[in-house]
């Protein structure tokens, strides 16, 4: 069980590494951060930190106890909807709001 434990670990861990090294190397992040008009999106900023620190904490707890997938705390949710209705509201925003230069 131990061994079994800690070769899915590895395997995790591998498959983030080989993720992160081609996403690196392709250096394909040209529309993460930015809105279409070029400048930078707060709300795609706080999406992604949200998004990290989460997936983070889950690897974390499940590493911590490996037996079982841990549950989502209610909070967790809630701040991850907060996350989504911050970024929508910036995309209605800039979709629907008064457009610059008029």
Known sequence: MTTARWEFILLIVAFGVVTMWRLLK???FDGLLRAADGT???GR?????L????ALQYLLATIHD???LPAVPSSLVAATG???VVYLAAKAWSIFG???GN
């Open 26 to 28: 392709s250096a394909v």
């Open 45 to 49: 900023i706080q999406l992604l930190v």
């Open 82 to 84: 907060g996350s989504q």
């Open 40 to 42: 930078v999106s707060p």
């Open 51 to 54: 998004t990290v620190l989460t």
């Open 98 to 100: 008064p457009k610059r």
């Open 66 to 68: 490996p037996s079982h």
